[in-house]
Structures are given as C-alpha cells and as structure tokens.
C-alpha cells in the first residue's frame, strides 16, 4: 500500500511498544523520529522498524513531524503519536478511499480515555491525520495542524476513514500533566508572539484589542490566534486552574468565529465546564444566549443541564438532560445515556421523589454510582 506510519518520539518507554505492536500486523512502512530520548524508547522502536531517525529537537512538533514525513518513502502518510494505539485500521476500505480523495485529507476516529474524580471517562473526536505529503504539511509550533504545502488554498475537503486509534495521553499522573501543560503553554505563547499576540494587553484591555490583534493576524495571512488561545485554554483546564482557562476561553471567543467549527464547539463546551468547575455557574448562565448556536448536541444540551442545575433550575436542567439521551451519538461517553440520566435522578432524589430517582438510576446500565444510590435508597 502506497503509505507510511509517521511517528515522533521522545521518552515514550511505556508507550512506544504497545503503539507499534498494534500497527505491526498491518506491515506498513513505519518512520519513527526521536527528538532526545533518554530512555529506551529507540532501544524498544528498532525492534519493530529500521527506519529510526533522529531530530535535534527545536520547540516545534511541526518541524520535527515535517521531517519524519520527509523520510517517508511512500505518497500518503498516516501520522500518529507515540501514545496512540491502532484498534481499527481497514486497509483494503482505505486504499480505495484514499484512491478516490487524493488530494483530500482523511480523518482518523480517535478515542481519548482518561480518568477524572476516580472514574474512567471518554470522548471520541475525529481528526485529520492521513494526506499526501505533496500537498500537505504541519503548520505550528505546538497542537500543529494539517496545511496545503503551497498556501494557495485556504481550505481543503476532508473524509472520513476506517481507522480507529486509542488515545491515553491526557491519562496522566498530575504531576506529569501539569508538566506537560507547562510546557504547551511556552510553546503556545513562543506560538503567540511570533503572531504579534501582546498577552499582558489581550488580557488587560479585552475583547476590543483581541479583535485588533485577528484583524493584523489575518491580514499577515494567519488565522492561527484564536485557536492557540483555545489551546492555552485547555492547557490550564488540564492544570485545574479553571479561572484562568476561563480568560483565554473569553479571548478566543472574541473573535468572530464559525461556530460549525470543532475546535470551537470545544472550546464553548470546555469554557461551560471552566466556568462551573470555578464557581461561576451563575455566570455561565448567559450559555442561554448561544443556544441557538451550539445546542443541537447531546453534549452541548447535557452542559446545559449541569448548567442549570447548579443553579437549581431543576426542571430545566431535566428538560436539558431528557433532551441529551434523545441523541444517538455523543463526544463525551456518557452524556447522551447514563450520564444524563443519573444526574436525573440525584435531582429527583434532591427533591425527595424516591420512586422517580428510582427509576431513573436504574436506566444508567451498571453505572457505579447510580449502583451506589439504588443501594443506598433500598436501605432507606
């Protein structure tokens, strides 16, 4: 098959084995780049490829996944990182979607799995991965993006493929997250400033110089800044320091923005969870005013219901959540289904209806705590 597994590295010991054994039965070209390891990780990725190389690293993922797609010796590249693992990849489907989107980019479904308040959670996304390295590259220095090689376009189409990859990244201990999100948020401002972002006067003066900087952004031909402030936002969403995420989510929602975009609803969605993690359910009540805009989803109408109850508007908040599992798909698991319905039930339970509370913790299929209510309530 006319394609090559594009993968960067540094100190990934504990990942880099499972990444490539999972793509090892596909007998695909592999090209893994080291940036510096100081592990085994090479010692571990020479068991499966000969096309080990390394990258002086220079704090640019770009660069360093521009240079692995250089040794590719095939047209077409999947790029994947060290802890991304394979479930699902249909080689015959793909070849013949590639065959007939050359010039496309194919999206690849990417499961993160992590754990938050001692439970395993999920979300699925789809993102863009497998392209024609001579059309396209990565632009950025950090959280890098899939570019036309020329600039001559200022969009490309996009497909979906049969691949499907576990993600464990965001599945971190705190300190390693916090360490990691540091060092997005250098790399993110270094990103910043070579743009003409001012960090020190966007956040003092607001909206009005937030809208100046995009205009002189967009006129040097960069629409890159409100996607890095959405990126510094979920770099100190990552950290747990929830009101400063909630500042830069406000900069880059001062753009005008497409909100059909993901990374936008994501940042909608991340900054209601900001505001609610930091206390400030009240104002996340003006959510109410974007409606319109954003909440066709199971996700964006299960924000919804947290929102209000928070602010105990419960029967809107059941309304939002009834709504949430009438969705056959959702981002975040749970949201359109147990989720929804459990925290019907803790408000049904807050009110004092038993029976309604009941029934409602018995629709989320085994979830643990709505286990742990039903036990709880049978003793009562």
């Given at each position: ?6 993968i960067?590295?540094?100190n990934?010991?504990?990942n ?8 090892a039965?596909y007998?695909l ?13 090479k ?65 690849i ?9 001692g ?34 376009e ?38 910043l400033?070579?743009?003409?972002w ?6 003092k003066?607001?909206?009005a110089k937030a809208e ?51 990374y ?9 969870y900001?505001?609610i993690?930091s ?9 109410e ?7 066709k989803?199971?996700?964006f ?6 929102i209000?109850?928070?602010?105990a ?8 959540f ?21 925290n019907?039930g803790v408000?049904?339970e807050?009110?004092g209806?038993?029976e309604?509370?009941?029934a ?14 039903i ?6």
């Amino acid at each position: 098959m006319n394609l090559s597994i594009c993968i960067i590295t540094k100190n990934e010991e504990q990942n880099i084995d499972r990444c490539l054994k999972a793509l090892a039965p596909y007998g695909l070209e592999t090209i893994v780049v080291d940036t510096g390891s100081t592990d085994r990780t090479k010692q571990i990725a020479a068991r499966y490829t000969d096309r080990l190389y390394d990258f002086s690293w220079c704090d640019d993922f770009s660069a360093a996944k521009n240079f692995a797609i250089e040794k590719a010796s095939h047209s077409y590249v999947l790029v994947l990182d060290s802890d991304e693992f394979a479930e699902q990849l249909d080689l015959s489907a793909l070849e013949k979607q590639i065959a007939a989107h050359p010039r496309a980019v194919g999206r690849i479904r990417r499961r993160n799995v992590f754990h938050r308040n001692g439970e395993e959670q999920e979300n699925r996304e789809w993102i863009n991965r497998i392209f024609a390295k001579e059309y396209f590259h990565y632009e950025g220095r950090i959280h890098e993006q899939v570019m036309p090689l020329h600039g001559a376009e200022s969009g490309y189409r996009t497909y979906e493929t049969p691949v499907v990859i576990l993600h464990t990244g965001y599945d971190l201990p705190e300190q390693q997250k916090k360490e990691k999100a540091e060092r997005n948020i250098r790399l993110l401002e270094q990103e910043l400033k070579q743009l003409g972002w001012d960090r020190n006067a966007e956040v003092k003066d607001g909206g009005a110089k937030a809208e100046t900087a995009g205009t002189d952004a967009k006129a040097r031909g960069s629409g890159q800044i409100p996607y890095l402030l959405y990126q510094l936002g979920k770099s100190y969403y990552m950290m747990g320091e929830y009101g400063v995420a909630c500042e830069w989510f406000a900069q880059g929602l001062s753009f005008d923005l497409n909100p059909t975009l993901e990374y936008v609803i994501d940042m909608v969605e991340t900054y209601g969870y900001a505001l609610i993690n930091s206390g400030q359910e009240q104002t996340a009540l003006f959510f109410e005013n974007i409606y319109d805009e954003f909440g066709k989803s199971a996700d964006f109408q299960f924000l919804m219901g947290l929102i209000y109850m928070k602010n105990a508007r419960f029967t809107e908040a059941v309304r939002e959540f009834e709504k949430a599992t009438g969705h056959a798909e959702c981002r975040a698991q749970g949201a359109n289904s147990y989720r929804a319905n459990y925290n019907i039930g803790v408000i049904y339970e807050c009110l004092g209806k038993k029976e309604e509370a009941l029934a409602y913790y018995r629709k989320c299929g085994g979830y643990a705590p709505a286990e742990e209510r039903i036990r709880e309530l049978g003793r009562r």
